[in-house]
C-alpha cells in the first residue's frame, strides 16, 4: 500500500499551475501539494491566506510558514502558414508567502501575511513575429495583510482583514508590425510603473459541524491597480512628424479580479483527508487594458481584453505518515478567462490540467518543511488575438495575430511550517 | 522514501530542461516537403531587384529584404540550409566611397520627410555619411550575386569586378561588383557556378531597357543594330538577339547541376510608379503661382499658334486652359522639325522682331502639349514650372533681358520638356517591343530548361491596377502610398520584395511540389521616414 502510494505520487509529480490569466496559485506549499485546497483545512499558517476563519484552531500560540516557489513556465507559438515561430525565455519566476498567527485567547487570533497571488513573467525573443502585442512582460504585485479570526462557537469562526497592495508593472511591444528608424531598428514602448498601491479585504468562514468535517468559505476583493504617471519610453522612432513618439508619463489601471472561494475536507480512516475547493474568479471586470498618455499628440492605447469569470475545481488528499513524514498529492482543472478571439501571447494561458504532490517532514515538534510541485499540463491551442488594428479612421483594417499555442509550467517549492 | 526523492529529483531536471512540445511542431524535418527541390546551397543572380536595392541606394535594411534573403529564410523552414551569405554594405546610409572618395551617381539613399506644409516628398537622406568603401573587397563567396546595374550580358564580362575597370571612360567596371568579386577578372555567372547551386533564381534584363525608359529614350535601341554590347551606351536598348544569347548561355550553365531553379521575367515599364506618377497635365489653374498667368501665356502663345497654323500642323498649337489642367508643352523628337518654317512665318506676319522670330523658332520647332500617352518620369516632377536656370542663361547670353529670358525659361511651360523627361509613345513602343521579345526568350528557356517561371510582368500589371491584398490591406503601386515601390519609384520595398518572394514560392511549389511556406507581407516595412534631409 505504502509503495504503490508512493509511486501515485511520483507519477502524478511528472503529470501541475498557473491559473488563468496572471493568477499565480502558490500561495502555500501544504495546500498547493493539496490540488491548492485550503479553504476548508486546518493545517498550519496558509490558513491566513486560504481562509482566516481557521486560524483561530491551529493549536499552538505562535504559527508561522513561509516559503517561495520557482516557476518555470515556457510557451512556444508557431504559424504554420507562414512557417513562424517562437519560443519564450522567461526569467524563472518567485512567488513567496509569509504567514504569521497569534493566539491571543482562546476565542481570537491574530495574524499578518503577505503574499504574492497576481503576477507574469513572459519573455519572447526582441522583434518576434508578435512583437508588435509583446516582446515583454514583468508584473508583480505583493498582498499585505493583517488579520484577526474569531470563534464565534465551537463550531463556526470568521477571520479576515484588510489588504494593502503594492505593485509594479515593466511592458515592451514594438508600436507596429513594420515601423522602424534609419537603421531599420523596430520603433518600441516600454512602459514602466512601480510602487502602484491599492487597497482590499478578505472575510472567511469555517464550519466544523463534527470533528472530522469542515467546510469553508472565503472572498478576497477585487483590487484595481491604478498606475499614475508612469513612464512611457519610446525607442527607435523615426525623425519624422509623423511619428510624433517621445517620451511621457501614463496612466493606466489592471485589476487584480476578485475571488470566491468554497470547500469542504473530511478527515477518515485516522490518517487520511480530503479536500474539495471551488473557485470562482471575477475575471470579467478586466474588459480593456487602456494606456493614457500624458502627451496629448500621441494617441492613447487601447487593447480589448474582455476576460470572463472562470472556474477552477481543486481535489487534494494527504496521508498521515508517521511522525515524521506526511505526504500529499493533488489535482486541479483551471478554466481559462480568456475568450476565443481574445488570446493574446502576453498572458497565453488556455484550460489546464494541475497535478501536484509534495510532503512535510517534521524536523521536530516545531519545525517542519514543506516541499511541493506542479506540473500544468495545457492542452495546445490554436487561438488567436483579433483585435490589433493597423490604418487609421475608415481604412483600419484588424489584423488578427495566432497560430499554435503550447505552454508547460513546472513550479517545485519549499517552505517552513513553525509552531511555538 | 528514498527512492521517491530520486524520482522527483529526475521528474524536476526532465521538466526544467524541457520546453513545451506541440504535437507537430514545424522545425521537424518532414513538416514541409521540399519535392523535388534541394535548397541546401540557394544561389540568386541578377540586379538591383535582387539585391534588395531600394530608395536610389543599396543600404543594409534593404539587403536584409531582398527577396533571395527573404526565400532563404523561408527555405530554412523546410530544410536545413546552409547560410545565406550577402554582400552586405557597410550602413544603412547607402553611398558608395572609392578610395574614400564618395562615387558620383551613387549617393545616399532617399528618405520621405514632410515639408511645412505637411506634403511629404522623397529627399536624399544626408543625416549619415556613406561608409561603404567598393575597393575594400569582401571574403569569401556570396549566395546573393545580385549586382545593382548588371544588364544581361553584364553577368558574362570579365572584369566587371575590377577596381582599375571603374577608372575607364566609359566604366567597363560596376562598383557593386568591384566590392564583392572573388577576382578582378572573374564574371558574376562564374562566381555563382562556383559556389555549385544547388538551387537558383536568375532575374535579370530589366537594365536592358530600364536606362532607356528612365533616360526619357535618350539612349539608342540597339535591335537589330549588330554593334558589339561592350560598345554599348549605358541608356541604350539591348539588342534582343543579344539579350537571348547571353541569357540562354546563363541558363544553360546554370541549369546543368541543380535541382531546380526559377526564372523571372522584364515588366512593363509602364507599370512602375517612376513613369505612372506625374500626370502629362499637372497644369492646374488653381496654382498661384501659374493660374493668373494664364491669359498672357495664351497671348503670348497666339502668335506661335497661328504659325501653326498656317503650317498646317494645329495639333502641335499650344493653349493653356483656365478651367480645366494643362498639359505640360514637351519637346517630342519624333516629329519634324519646323524650326525654319516658324522663324520664316513669324517673320512674314510681322508679330514679332526677327531675333524673337528666330528664337520661338529655336525653342518651338519641336514642341507639342503632351497627351495621355506620354509618360512623364518622376524626376520631371521636381522642375515643372520652374525656371531652367541653364536656359535661362542661355537666353540672356542671346541678348534678352532677364525677365524676357526668365519667361521664356519655365519648364514644361514656355520651354519645353526636353527628351529625357519625356517617354514618347515611339519610345515606349521600342521598350515595349524589346520586353516582349527577352520575356519570350525567358519563357523559352524555362521550358527548354524545365524550370520554374514567374511572370513578374503580369504581377507588377496586377499591382498597378487592382493591387494585392494582404492583411491589412490591398498593396498597389501607387507611388509612397501603395506598399510596394520604394522612393526610387522603379525598386520595391520589403513589402513588394516580399510579394516578389511570395510568387516565387509559388512557383517553385508548382513546379517541384515543394511545400514551402509564403510569407506574410504585413510584416515588412514599406517606405522610411526622415527628416534628416537638407
Known amino acids: 500500500m505504502k509503495k504503490i502510494f508512493l509511486l501515485a505520487l511520483c507519477v502524478l509529480a511528472s503529470a501541475a499551475i498557473h491559473a488563468g490569466g496572471y493568477r499565480v496559485s502558490l500561495q502555500g506549499q501544504r495546500s498547493l501539494a493539496m490540488g491548492h485546497t485550503g479553504v476548508a483545512l486546518v493545517n498550519n499558517a496558509e490558513l491566513a491566506f486560504f481562509n482566516p476563519a481557521g486560524l483561530v484552531y491551529l493549536e499552538n500560540k505562535i504559527n508561522v510558514a513561509v516559503g517561495a516557489s520557482a516557476v518555470f513556465s515556457e510557451v512556444t507559438w508557431q504559424n504554420e502558414e507562414f512557417g513562424q515561430m517562437a519560443n519564450t525565455d522567461s526569467p524563472v519566476g518567485t512567488p513567496f508567502y509569509a504567514y504569521f498567527s497569534y493566539k491571543a485567547n482562546d476565542w481570537l487570533t491574530l495574524g499578518l501575511s503577505a503574499y504574492t497571488p497576481y503576477g507574469s513573467a513572459v519573455e519572447w525573443p526582441e522583434d518576434w513575429a508578435g512583437s508588435h502585442l509583446i516582446n515583454n512582460i514583468d508584473l508583480q504585485a505583493i498582498y499585505i495583510q493583517p488579520l484577526a479570526s474569531v470563534k464565534i462557537s465551537e463550531k463556526i469562526s470568521i477571520g479576515g482583514g484588510p489588504i494593502f497592495v503594492t505593485g509594479s508593472v515593466n511592458f515592451n511591444r514594438n508600436l507596429t508590425r513594420t515601423l522602424s528608424n534609419i537603421e531599420g531598428d523596430r520603433a518600441n514602448i516600454t512602459v514602466d510603473a512601480s510602487g502602484v498601491n491599492a487597497w482590499g479585504w478578505s472575510l472567511g468562514g469555517m464550519y466544523s459541524p463534527t470533528e472530522n468535517i469542515r467546510f469553508g468559505i472565503n472572498y478576497r476583493s477585487e483590487v484595481i491597480l491604478e498606475a499614475e504617471s508612469g513612464e512611457a519610453n519610446f525607442e527607435n522612432i523615426p525623425n519624422s512628424p509623423q511619428t510624433p513618439f517621445e517620451d511621457t508619463q501614463f496612466d493606466a489601471a489592471l485589476p487584480m479580479p476578485a475571488e470566491l472561494t468554497v470547500g469542504a475536507s473530511y478527515h477518515f480512516l485516522d490518517k487520511w483527508t480530503i479536500a474539495f475547493d471551488y473557485n470562482h474568479s471575477y475575471w470579467g471586470v478586466y474588459e480593456s487594458l487602456d494606456i493614457d498618455f500624458a502627451n496629448p499628440n500621441i494617441p492613447d492605447s487601447y487593447n480589448r481584453r474582455e476576460y470572463k469569470d472562470a472556474s477552477i475545481y481543486r481535489f487534494g488528499l494527504q496521508y498521515y505518515m508517521d511522525k515524521t513524514f506526511t505526504l500529499r498529492a493533488g489535482y486541479y482543472f483551471d478554466e481559462s478567462p480568456v475568450q476565443s478571439g481574445y488570446f493574446a501571447p502576453e498572458t497565453p494561458r488556455n484550460d489546464s490540467n494541475n497535478f501536484t504532490g509534495g510532503l512535510s517532514i517534521n524536523i521536530n515538534d516545531r519545525f517542519a518543511i514543506d516541499a511541493s510541485f506542479l506540473y500544468s499540463r495545457f492542452k495546445e491551442v490554436e487561438e488567436s488575438y483579433d483585435f490589433y488594428a493597423e490604418g487609421e479612421g475608415e481604412n483600419s483594417v484588424a489584423v488578427p495575430f495566432g497560430g499554435t499555442y503550447k505552454s508547460s509550467a513546472f513550479v517545485p517549492g519549499l517552505g517552513l511550517t513553525i509552531k511555538i | ?534
Open chain 2, 1 to 534: 522514501m528514498r527512492n521517491c526523492f530520486k524520482y522527483i529529483a529526475v521528474l524536476t531536471l526532465g521538466m526544467v530542461a524541457c520546453e513545451p512540445e506541440l504535437e507537430n511542431p514545424i522545425d521537424e524535418q518532414d513538416y514541409y516537403g521540399t519535392g523535388e527541390a534541394d535548397f541546401s546551397n540557394y544561389v540568386a543572380l541578377g540586379n538591383s531587384l535582387t539585391a534588395g536595392y531600394a530608395d536610389g541606394a543599396l543600404y543594409l535594411s534593404g539587403q536584409r529584404n531582398s527577396y533571395p534573403n527573404i526565400l532563404a529564410q523561408q527555405f530554412a523552414v523546410v530544410q536545413d540550409i546552409n547560410e545565406f551569405r550577402q554582400p552586405l554594405v557597410n550602413d544603412n546610409a547607402g553611398g558608395l566611397l572609392a578610395i574614400g572618395e564618395p562615387i558620383p551617381g551613387f549617393g545616399n539613399r532617399l528618405v520621405l520627410a514632410f515639408d511645412e506644409e505637411g506634403e511629404p516628398s522623397p529627399q536624399v537622406y544626408t543625416g549619415a555619411r556613406a561608409t561603404t568603401e567598393v575597393s575594400n573587397v569582401l571574403e569569401g563567396s556570396f549566395n546573393n550575386m545580385g549586382v545593382p546595374g548588371a544588364k544581361s550580358f553584364h553577368l558574362l564580362n570579365a572584369g566587371y569586378g575590377s577596381l582599375t575597370g571603374l577608372a575607364n571612360m566609359p566604366a567597363t567596371a560596376n562598383p557593386y561588383f568591384v566590392r564583392f568579386a572573388s577576382s578582378p577578372q572573374a564574371t558574376v555567372l562564374e562566381d555563382a557556378l562556383a559556389q555549385d547551386p544547388s538551387f537558383f533564381t536568375l532575374w535579370i534584363g530589366n537594365n536592358d531597357v530600364l536606362g532607356y525608359a528612365t533616360s526619357g529614350g535618350t539612349g539608342v535601341n540597339q535591335t537589330g543594330s549588330g554593334v558589339s554590347p561592350a560598345a554599348y551606351g549605358m541608356n541604350d536598348i539591348t539588342d534582343p538577339m543579344v539579350f537571348t544569347g547571353a541569357y540562354i548561355q546563363m541558363v544553360e550553365a546554370l541549369a546543368g547541376n541543380v535541382s531546380g531553379g526559377v526564372l523571372l521575367n522584364i515588366p512593363d515599364v509602364t507599370t512602375v510608379p517612376y513613369f505612372t506618377t506625374v500626370p502629362y497635365a499637372p497644369l492646374s489653374p488653381e496654382d498661384p503661382d501659374f493660374g493668373p498667368q494664364i491669359p498672357t501665356l495664351n497671348t503670348t502663345f497666339s502668335g506661335l499658334n497661328q504659325a501653326f497654323q498656317f503650317l498646317q500642323v494645329p495639333e502641335r498649337m499650344i493653349n493653356f486652359s483656365e478651367t480645366a489642367a494643362s498639359p505640360v508643352m514637351i519637346k517630342d523628337e519624333s516629329l519634324p522639325d519646323l524650326s525654319q518654317q516658324i522663324t520664316k512665318v513669324l517673320t512674314e506676319s510681322g508679330a514679332v522682331d526677327a531675333a524673337t522670330a528666330a528664337l520661338y523658332g529655336l525653342q518651338f520647332g519641336q514642341v507639342r502639349q503632351a497627351t495621355a500617352e506620354d509618360l512623364l518620369v518622376l524626376t520631371s516632377s521636381g522642375i515643372i514650372g520652374n525656371v531652367n536656370q541653364q536656359r535661362l542663361q542661355e537666353l540672356m547670353n542671346f541678348g534678352l533681358d532677364q525677365e524676357t529670358a526668365a519667361r521664356l525659361s519655365v519648364n514644361g511651360v514656355t520651354y519645353p520638356l526636353q527628351d529625357q523627361y519625356v517617354l514618347i509613345p515611339e519610345e515606349q513602343q521600342e521598350v515595349e517591343a524589346a520586353t516582349a521579345a527577352y520575356n519570350e526568350a525567358i519563357a523559352n528557356a524555362a521550358s527548354q530548361f524545365d524550370l520554374g517561371l514567374v511572370d513578374v510582368n503580369a504581377l507588377l500589371t496586377q499591382l498597378a491596377n487592382d493591387g494585392i491584398p494582404f492583411d491589412a490591406g490591398i498593396i498597389n503601386a501607387d507611388f509612397v502610398t501603395g506598399g510596394a515601390f520604394s522612393l526610387d519609384g522603379i525598386h520595391l520595398t520589403p513589402r513588394g520584395y516580399a510579394v516578389i518572394a511570395n510568387n516565387i514560392i509559388e512557383e517553385i511549389n508548382a513546379t517541384y511540389s515543394s511545400e514551402v511556406p509564403k510569407v506574410n507581407p504585413g510584416n515588412y516595412a514599406t517606405v522610411t521616414l526622415s527628416q534628416d534631409v537638407e
